[in-house]
């Protein structure tokens, strides 16, 4: 059967110098994209991480940890800048742009675009939820171990408008993502700031820190105690409420709840067990460097239960204090120490009693804690602002773009 194209696509949003231009063509994908393998390299060329988040970037500026044997880099293909990547990994999450050289995986497909079309403009297509949906639509029984092809691929129409609008298109969603990226690097700068002030307000191996608050320079040294003694440690509570909040390790990322997951008693998992109360402190037992852990404050009445696979912790003192401390990397350090496993290293609740602790009177705790809490609000204003662009830029993609089930073919 021969491939027929789509005419008369039309975007919802529409620059005013194009909006008499006429609709939209599409072309199938394999005349605007060629499949390349090159696999003639060498050492100098690095090897490419394929992410959703930075699309192609050297494994060395990210942490990113798989090891290669020299037999197995032979057959790595080749991928010059602005060459476009397919796998399994990321599809889900759209085709990945290249801006750097180097070599990937062969489990990737490695496309190219032909000349007389905005490379810019495809960056951006190809992550639209509107081109995941037609990649993504005869795949629903994809399992590890199979691709998407080249051929499968090369069967997708692709809306084509004027090279002018497509570089006007691009250059409107790259100013939103150069505003991103600024708003990204401050966001990484107040990061750094607050990392460097904590390795001076906890004191390393010393009991008494190298950065202290005016009114306390002359109130002695910070107390040593063990993390049970500082606080209560999954303390026990009733029977599970009927229905409640259920706080998984899939649901705190960086202090922040990423969701609700509402459930009753009877549907419950048996790692629902940490009935949580104002103030407490959940402690991530499993991968603790990720430092996923939660301060529960909560914005309503309803009843929330964390999962076992945190330790719940009731400071006997200053609550916002705990939690600060626990995201201090010698903290953490300790912590891992007493860690087995090694893909997922996990730490019991009676091990992460026994960690040391230092910790000021209660004053100085709470000036501490108040500090580095107004640090956090700017992290999290930051982190709301980045967000409301990712919004604001997914939303203009939905109006610039035509959705192509709209005609006939």
Request: proline residues 5%; contains cysteine.
């Amino acid at each position: 059967m021969s491939k027929q194209k789509k005419k008369g696509l039309m975007p919802a949003l529409r620059f005013s110098e194009f909006r008499n231009a006429g609709t939209w063509e599409c072309e199938f994908s394999d005349v605007l994209f060629d499949q390349t393998s090159n696999k003639t390299h060498n050492s100098d060329i690095p090897i490419l991480a394929i992410t959703q988040e930075q699309g192609a970037i050297p494994r060395n500026l990210i942490d990113y940890h798989v090891s290669v044997t020299d037999k197995s880099i032979e057959s790595y293909k080749v991928v010059e800048v602005g060459d476009f990547i397919i796998s399994l990994r990321s599809f889900q999450g759209g085709i990945e742009y290249s801006r750097y050289k180097g070599i990937c995986s062969p489990a990737y497909v490695v496309l190219r675009l032909k000349p007389g079309y905005s490379a810019n403009y495809f960056r951006h297509f190809l992550k639209t939820d509107r081109f995941i949906a037609l990649l993504t639509k005869n795949l629903e029984g994809l399992r590890d171990g199979k691709m998407i092809s080249y051929k499968q691929f090369s069967e997708i129409l692709l809306p084509t408008p004027t090279r002018n609008e497509q570089q006007k298109i691009a250059d409107c969603l790259t100013s939103i993502d150069d505003l991103i990226t600024a708003q990204t690097q401050k966001l990484a700068t107040l990061k750094t700031h607050k990392k460097g002030l904590m390795q001076q307000l906890f004191p390393e191996g010393e009991t008494v820190p190298k950065l202290r608050f005016p009114e306390f320079r002359d109130k002695g040294e910070w107390a040593v105690k063990k993390l049970f003694q500082v606080c209560e440690i999954n303390p026990s509570a009733n029977a599970l409420p009927e229905s409640f909040v259920y706080i998984d390790l899939e649901s705190v990322e960086a202090g922040r709840m990423l969701k609700k997951n509402y459930i009753s008693r009877e549907t419950a998992p048996s790692r629902a067990q940490r009935q949580l109360k104002h103030g407490d402190v959940i402690f991530q037992m499993v991968r603790p460097y990720q430092k996923n852990n939660y301060y529960f404050l909560p914005d309503d009445d309803l009843d929330y239960v964390a999962s076992t696979g945190y330790a719940q912790l009731r400071a006997n003192e200053s609550s916002r204090f705990l939690f600060q401390y626990l995201h201090n990397d010698r903290f953490v350090d300790r912590v891992l120490s007493k860690c087995t496993g090694s893909n997922y290293p996990a730490i019991n609740s009676s091990s992460l009693s026994e960690i040391l602790v230092e910790v000021p009177q209660p004053r100085e705790q709470q000036k501490i804690a108040e500090f580095l809490t107004a640090i956090d609000d700017l992290i999290s204003n930051q982190t709301k602002k980045i967000e409301a662009l990712k919004a604001h830029k997914k939303g203009l993609m939905q109006q610039l773009f035509p959705a192509m089930d709209e005609v006939d073919a």
